[in-house]
């Protein structure tokens, strides 16, 4: 259905309720071949509407106004051609909270949740440490910082984070989503590659962990990902060079110079990346030999943690 086409249909039904817009998302999508055609039409409505889901169900014969019916039709059609629904709403949920997402930043995914629910338990198990600095490396949106920091200001805690990423987009975006979540007192945001801007300080910092979830993606692997991904998200955010580990190799090297003895690396990982990523770490003289992996809600191997010797080895 064409820009065209919407406008006459708009014009024509001007008195559409909730349950005919979500029958014709669903018709539109499903005309697409799209699997998920019923639920994108919900998820669609529901941010539009600024309701609940289970709210558009209860009020199926309600009105929407034509201004609302038309952006609809505007938003199903955007959907239609692969645009990302994080894209077209603006937003995505992580760990309950709702972060602002815009075109040209990589979209968080429901994976990395695990990660931050890892480091919030390593932070739990130290409760004598009243004040803790981390690093975030790759920060996109800001979702592993503003996360961490927002669940530990309820709890009393003082957690601070340098966060990096290579684009000025997603840095503006994460101090964004920072200030809505009252953490931007706690996150320093800097832009450049891994640590290089820390690097560039007139003075060094030791961090009590470092964490990140880098580009993994390998050239291989580029050409499968779904069109909705390769065509739509930044290449940059998701690239890892040709095996998809030009990022851990940096990243393990240089991270025991910013880390605290004892202080933790926290990875996130491609499915198939686990034993390259943990024979990577092992081999580094400046960490345990003993680390610690996870899986993902769908029990693929995600992500490893690893402690830098308590004895400096640098």
């Known amino acids: 259905m064409d820009n065209c086409s919407i406008n006459k249909t708009v014009e024509k039904t001007d008195k559409q309720n909730i349950g005919d817009l979500l029958h014709f998302g669903k018709a539109?999508?499903?005309q697409n071949s799209n699997q998920n055609a019923e639920s994108e039409s919900i998820l669609l409505l529901s941010y539009l509407l600024n309701k609940e889901k289970s709210a558009l169900f209860l009020n199926r014969h309600?009105?929407?106004?034509?201004y609302k019916t038309k952006r609809f039709y505007e938003?199903?059609?955007q959907r239609k051609k692969g645009i990302p629904i994080q894209y077209i709403t603006g937003f995505q949920n992580f760990m309950g909270l709702e972060f602002e997402t815009s075109e040209g930043v990589f979209i968080p995914?429901?994976?990395?949740e695990i990660l931050v629910e890892k480091i919030i338990e390593l932070i739990e198990m130290f409760p004598e440490k009243k004040r803790l600095s981390l690093l975030d490396l790759g920060a996109g949106s800001g979702v592993i910082p503003i996360t961490v920091c927002s669940f530990f200001q309820k709890k009393?805690?003082?957690?601070n984070f340098y966060a990096v990423d290579v684009s000025e987009k997603a840095l503006r975006l994460a101090a964004k989503n920072a200030q809505k979540f009252h953490c931007q007192n706690h996150?320093?945001?800097m832009k450049g590659e891994l640590f290089t801007p820390l690097k560039e300080l007139n003075r060094s910092i030791l961090f009590d962990g470092i964490i990140s979830n880098p580009p993994y993606i390998s050239h291989r692997d580029w050409k499968n990902l779904p069109d909705e991904v390769r065509i739509f998200e930044p290449p940059e955010a998701l690239l890892g060079g040709e095996k998809g580990l030009d990022f851990y190799q940096k990243i393990i090297r240089e991270s025991p110079k910013f880390l605290k003895p004892g202080g933790f690396l926290a990875l996130e990982f491609g499915h198939r990346q686990k034993n390259d990523i943990k024979q990577l770490i092992?081999?580094?003289?400046?960490?345990l030999q003993k680390v610690i992996t996870?899986?993902?809600y769908y029990h693929n191997d995600r992500g490893i943690i690893a402690f830098k010797n308590s004895s400096e080895n640098n």
């Open 109 to 112: 995914r429901s994976e990395t």
């Open 282 to 287: 092992t081999e580094n003289a400046n960490y």
């Open 156 to 159: 009393g805690r003082d957690v």
């Open 294 to 296: 996870f899986r993902d």
């Open 28 to 30: 539109v999508l499903e």
């Open 62 to 66: 309600l009105p929407v106004s034509p």
């Open 75 to 77: 938003w199903v059609e």
């Open 187 to 189: 996150i320093n945001f």
